[in-house]
Each structure stands twice: as C-alpha cells, then as structure tokens.
C-alpha cells in the first residue's frame, strides 16, 4: 500500500463480517478496526504493510457463508490519494487462525415441554358379573317411644267412707278492744312555778342574742349580718380557700380558690346558683410554664384576656356568675 503526498498521519484498518454464500449480503459483524489502532503509511511507494485485528469466538451462521475483508484508509489532513497493490497474479488471500468447519460442543438439553392436553375418556367397558351377596349387617338401634294414648274414661264414684275422729280444739283468738271511755273531769290547777330565766334585758334594733362560751344561759345582746338589711361589718370577713388546680372551680364550695396548673387547663364552673342568688369571688392563678388557658362555653372573659393568662406569670381573677354563665375579668401579670 502507499499514498500520494497531500496527507498526514495517514492510515489503514480493516473491519471483517460473514457474508452469504453470494458473497455480498452481510450476515454479522466478526470484528470492527478503527483508525486510532489502524496501521500508518508513511510512503508514497508501494511497500508490504501489515494489520493485525482480533476476531472473538463466534460462530458462522452457516458453513456456506464467506469471509469479507473490508479496508478503510483515512488521513487527518489533506486529500491524498491511497493505492491497494496485488501483487502480479497471485490471489489475493488472508491469512487466519480461524480453524474451519469445526463443530462446537453440544449445546445442554433443553427444559421439557409441557404436557400434552388429556386426550378422550375411552368407551366405557362392558359390566362385569352381579357379586354374591354380602351377609346381614347388624340390626339398627330402637327407635323413639311411641306417643301416650288418649285417657280412658272415667270410673265410677266410689262409696262415702266413714267419719273420721273430732280433732283438737284450736287456739283462742285475740281479745276484741271495746270502745274509748268518756273523758273524765278536768283536774284542779298545779300551783305556779319558779320564774324561768328569761331574756336579758337591753339590745337594740337587728341585734340577736349570742353564746359567750358553753354555759347555760351565758349569752348576750350582739350585731349579726341580716340578708334583708343593708349591714355595717367592723371586723374582717374571712373564708377558706379551695384548691383547684385542674381549672375546674365548684361553686358550692367556697367563694375563692387558687389555681397553679401543671398542664393546659380549661376554666369550668360547676354548681353555678340561680339567678336569684348570685355568687361572686376571686382566683389567684399562678402559670409557671406558660400553659394554654381556655374557658369552657359558660366561661365568658374579655378577648385576649385568654392570650394574655396563656403566658407565665401570677394573675389575680375576679368572677360573678349570673345563674348561667360566670364572667371573668383579670389583671396583668403580677411580679
């Protein structure tokens, strides 16, 4: 092979194929060249150039096919011209190590086949001679009583016996009341007794008599709240205090209560009194972690105050229930 000048790093490579048997319809690929593994020519004069290209185990559709050699030149540059030498007369051959017509392995046995439909149940055959008689099996368990029958009719009357004896007298019963007497006279009067101790003397209007200590009769004249008068107090007026940390606040307990929650609560008022009987008191709510405060639907409060008791801190509220709903007012937190 040479090429004419005009080209730089020029090359050549083959790509081999099978071919049919007609020597021009490709069957497969054997094995693929390429110009960065081709063979350089550097001369523009005819010389011997030698390519070497590996062809993997394959195998040849058939024995007839043919071997196709095709050659590929390329130059990166340049238009130069390649020429392919024979040499005089001599076939043009290719040297191989691709041994011929040698039959492979034989290949592992197949999976079976499935199975075949049923084919037709056969005529059936003729009957075969009656058996003798097998022996009397054993005899059956009794059946169930029959129903009673109809009652006879019935009998005669037979003769009246003899008396029998007297028998014991029997107790004696209770005694009759008779009718309540007329009253008798009236007696003669009792002489008069001794001057009971009586009320003390004194006191004035809306006072009431009051216990000095356990003697008899050891009280006195002193002033008492009246519902139905307007009333003056000149000592203080105390109550107990109910616990109610849970937010639930029971009316009929007392008029005041302290309520430290551990957890969200909802302020509920049970036992809230008539109408007619108003209550009204105040609760020291002391919030130490920022707990979620809500009221429940008879629990009226002011908007936001439930954001504001929501927030650590201690808060004083005021209550006055009207016989349905308790109403709520609140300061700010306390330092």
């Avoid at 319809?25 to 290209?53: F, H, I, R």
């Avoid at 001057?195 to 008492?224: E, F, H, I, S």
């Amino acid at each position: 092979m040479n090429h004419q000048p005009g080209g730089n790093d020029f090359r050549f490579w083959t790509v081999i194929k099978e071919v049919a048997s007609d020597g021009t319809t490709v069957l497969q690929t054997l094995a693929s060249g390429n110009y960065s593994g081709g063979t350089p020519v550097a001369t523009s004069t005819a010389a011997l150039c030698e390519y070497d290209l590996y062809v993997p185990t394959s195998t040849l559709a058939s024995t007839s096919s043919r071997i196709l050699v095709e050659v590929y030149v390329q130059s990166q540059s340049g238009t130069p011209t390649a020429s392919l030498n024979m040499r005089d007369d001599t076939q043009t051959h290719i040297v191989t190590t691709i041994a011929f017509n040698v039959a492979g392995p034989t290949g592992p046995t197949g999976a079976t086949g499935a199975t075949g439909a049923t084919g037709p149940t056969g005529p059936t055959g003729a009957s075969g001679a009656t058996g003798p008689t097998g022996p009397t099996g054993a005899s059956g368990a009794t059946g169930p009583t029959g129903p009673t029958g109809a009652s006879g009719a019935t009998g005669p009357t037979g003769p009246t016996g003899a008396s029998g004896a007297t028998g014991p007298t029997g107790p004696t019963g209770p005694t009759g009341t008779g009718d309540t007497g007329p009253t008798g006279p009236t007696g003669a009067t009792g002489p008069t007794g001794p001057t009971g101790v009586g009320l003390p003397t004194g006191g004035t209007t809306n006072q009431a008599l009051l216990k000095v200590d356990g003697t008899n009769y050891n009280y006195y004249w002193g002033d008492v709240a009246l519902i139905a008068f307007t009333n003056s107090f000149t000592a203080p007026q105390r109550g107990s205090v109910t616990v109610a940390n849970t937010g639930a606040f029971d009316l009929s307990l007392t008029n005041n209560f302290i309520c430290t929650p551990t957890g969200n609560v909802t302020l509920t008022f049970s036992n809230i009194p008539s109408s007619s009987s108003e209550q009204s008191g105040n609760i020291l709510l002391v919030n130490s972690s920022n707990y979620t405060i809500s009221a429940a639907a008879t629990t009226k409060v002011p908007a936001n105050t439930l954001t504001t008791i929501s927030a650590s801190g201690t808060y004083w509220v005021s209550y006055k229930s009207d016989g349905s709903n308790v109403y709520l007012v609140t300061s700010g937190a306390m330092s």
